[in-house]
């Protein structure tokens, strides 16, 4: 670790929406990064492993009910899968989000907690028309489906109806009870493409909706899994939309500020470069292990991805912990790398257009203007590569990749597009503490037969992470209600 930075300075980048040395995010105090308390045996009250939003807000409660909280954070940072990257110079004063970036409607926990804080957020932008690229062809439209291919819109629009109404029928803190679980299980979401589409485009349209929603593809999630996901935000257009949806706001200083405020808060109870490796329970407590430390806690809560999760040891290795074992094993994270362009100026808002791109073709299929909103602040296109184009850029050349982004924005937005002053990219399936992104996502078979292993705490262990929420599962909003919902757990328990 590096130079700290004061809470003076931390909270005056937060509120400047500046950029925060990354190895000052741990920050909290000077004995949070010493590691003095790691380099032998500590113990406290409850230990909370990983310190993304769910451990974070986990740990927030906690502490808010008067409890010894220590958090156990594996990288040097705190925030998870909320990173942000400074922009290259001359533009270094400004941030984007390498990781989650948008906050939307009903997503309350994550607008209350940006409040309390005092960090604003503010409108993705959305004016003007947005790109299609299908069938080698470039159009604009407006609204949320391309109007471009009348069939495949309105075949679209009835399936996202249908699915809408099959979500309806998923209890969320249930779904294997749902009356037609079994039969839903028992398919990808491509099966049921398939079988109930009958063009060619609304396919694609609805693959593209499920790529950007999970970085995987049709074929690898469980139809019963994708209609819980769809039920755990409300329904599929909130899912999708930018205005009214879950894209419809950022966060000022990029979503990590939040991260770096709640952690501020907790201080000194925050270690950071503290991989966690083994779980040992016993009667009167349980042990963690790392390199060079042991901890002893009354209660644990596990707060990271359940893929995450399944690299640790558990003792004692009983019936409960190889049910959960066995479906961490099934719950694989998406694959995806975000980039981003650099311009002078967002040139593409000129031309009556919102940065915002759909394609059947080329790496990045979906854009958005991720432009700073400083004033002074440069033209960002930020670019989602997902799915099997996320595994296809992993045997690319960085140039070839860069120029194949480039290529893609061109097409989209014009040659103005072709010499970005800047560019940035963040492949998560790098990140050895997440292992992709944006979320841990279930096959076929999973849910049904593994049912509340994702959940139930195992004697004095509790499990946390946005995939375990049942309210916006796979965002930050369901990452802090999950921290929040194990928090109550243990502090029924102690
Ligand atoms: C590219 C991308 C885009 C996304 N876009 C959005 C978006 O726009 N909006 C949105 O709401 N969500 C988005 N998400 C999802 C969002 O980031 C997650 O839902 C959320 O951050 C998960 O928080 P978490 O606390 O559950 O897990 P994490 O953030 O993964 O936190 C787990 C923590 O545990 C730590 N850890 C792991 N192993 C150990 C160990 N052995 N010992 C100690 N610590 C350990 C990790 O370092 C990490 O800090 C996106 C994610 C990605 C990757």
Redesign the pocket.
């Known amino acids: 670790m590096s130079e700290l930075l004061t809470r003076r300075q931390v909270l005056a980048g937060i509120a400047a929406g500046g950029s925060l040395p990354l190895l000052s995010a741990c920050m909290g105090s000077e004995a949070a990064q010493t590691a003095a308390g790691l380099s032998g045996k500590a113990t406290t009250e409850v230990a909370v ?7 974070l807000a986990c740990a927030r409660a906690l502490v808010q009910a008067g409890r010894d909280v220590m958090v ?4 040097d940072r ?5 990173f942000n990257q400074t922009l290259p110079a001359p533009y270094d004063q400004y941030v984007v989000e ?6 939307g409607p009903t ?1 309350d926990r ?1 607008y209350a907690l940006a409040q309390e804080l005092g960090i604003a957020t503010f409108g993705a932008y959305n004016t003007g028309k947005t790109v299609n690229y299908a069938n080698g062809r470039r159009t604009t439209y407006s609204g949320r489906i391309p109007p471009g291919d009348p069939l495949a819109a309105a075949e679209g629009a009835l399936a996202i109806l249908r699915l809408d109404s099959m979500a309806q029928q998923i209890p969320l803190d249930a779904p294997w009870n749902a009356p037609k679980a079994a039969e839903w299980d028992a398919q990808t979401f491509q099966t049921w493409m398939d079988d109930n589409l009958v063009g060619a485009g609304a396919k694609n349209l609805l693959r593209l909706a499920i790529i950007a929603l999970f970085s995987a593809e049709p074929r690898e999630l469980s139809l019963l899994y994708v209609l819980f996901y769809i039920r755990s935000a409300g329904n599929l257009n909130l899912l999708l939309d930018t205005q009214g949806g ?2 419809q706001d950022r966060i000022v200083g990029g ?1 990590q500020a939040i991260a770096l405020g709640l952690a501020q808060a907790l201080g000194e109870r925050i270690r950071c470069n ?4 083994s779980i040992v329970q016993d009667a009167g407590g349980v042990t963690l292990d ?1 390199a060079g430390f042991s901890v002893r806690a009354q209660r644990v809560v596990v ?3 359940p893929w ?1 999760a399944g ?2 040891h558990y003792a004692p290795f009983d019936g409960p912990t190889q049910a959960r074992l066995q479906l961490m094993q099934r719950m694989p994270m998406g694959s ?1 790398w ?1 980039v981003h362009c650099v311009y002078p100026t967002p040139f593409w808002r000129e031309a009556g257009l919102n940065g915002q791109a759909t394609s059947d073709r080329f790496l990045t299929k979906v854009t958005f203007d991720n432009t700073p909103p400083e004033p002074g602040a440069p033209g960002v296109m930020m670019g989602f590569i997902d799915g099997q184009d996320a595994r296809d850029a992993l045997a690319m050349t960085p140039e070839a990749r860069k120029q194949a982004v480039i290529e893609a924005f061109v097409t989209y937005f014009g040659d103005q597009a072709a010499n970005p002053v800047g560019y940035l990219e ?1 492949n ?1 399936q790098a990140e050895d ?2 292992g992709g ?3 841990g996502t279930l096959p076929p078979g999973a849910l049904t037969a593994y049912t509340t292993a994702l959940r139930a705490p195992i004697g004095r262990l509790h499990w ?4 375990t929420a049942e309210i916006w599962t ?6 802090v209600r ?2 929040e919902r194990a928090a109550q757990e243990v502090l029924a328990a102690l």
């Open positions: 492993i990983g310190a993304g939003y769910a451990g156990l954070e594996a990288r705190v925030g998870g899968r909320c390498g990781g989650a970036e948008f906050i997503q994550m879950a894209q979503s503290a991989p966690v490796s790392g707060a990271m991805s995450m690299r640790l995806i975000k963040m998560w503490y997440s992104g944006p979320t946390a992470g946005t995939e796979g965002y930050m909003d369901g990452a999950s921290g």
